[in-house]
């Protein structure tokens, strides 16, 4: 029953700029994005409390900024200054409080190329 509905990705040049968003069916303690790039394992790359906590990989900090909007169950990634190397897909995260269950979006393609 619970969706993760994401939007925004797309192909950019590097140095562009790109805004994802994804809306949940419900709320949830901790949402956040991850990526997977081809024959490469999934990996985080930034996620938010309810309380506004964030946690960010060390290859997009200072330039990837999450944010949320609690009353819409929804959450933001804001990408600047983008590299060849955030080429993935993008899959929105969401998570209780109790950690467990673990949903995810059905993945948004970004591509940044010249």
């Known amino acids: 029953q619970v969706q993760l509905v994401e939007s925004g990705g797309g192909l950019v040049q590097p140095g562009g700029s790109l805004r994802l968003s994804c809306t949940a069916s419900?709320?949830?303690?901790?949402m956040g994005w991850y990526r997977q790039a081809p024959e490469k394992q999934r990996e985080l790359v930034a996620r938010?409390?309810?309380?506004?906590?964030?946690d960010y990989a060390a290859s997009v900090k200072g330039r990837f900024t999450i944010s949320r909007d609690n009353a819409k169950n929804t959450v933001y990634l804001q990408m600047n200054s983008l590299k060849p190397e955030d080429t993935a897909v993008y899959y929105c995260?969401?998570?209780?409080?109790?950690?467990?269950?673990?949903?995810w979006g059905q993945g948004t393609q970004v591509t940044v190329s010249s």
């Open positions: 938010i409390t309810s309380s506004g906590i964030t």
């Open positions: 995260n969401a998570r209780p409080y109790t950690y467990n269950p673990n949903y």
């Open positions: 419900g709320s949830f303690f901790t």
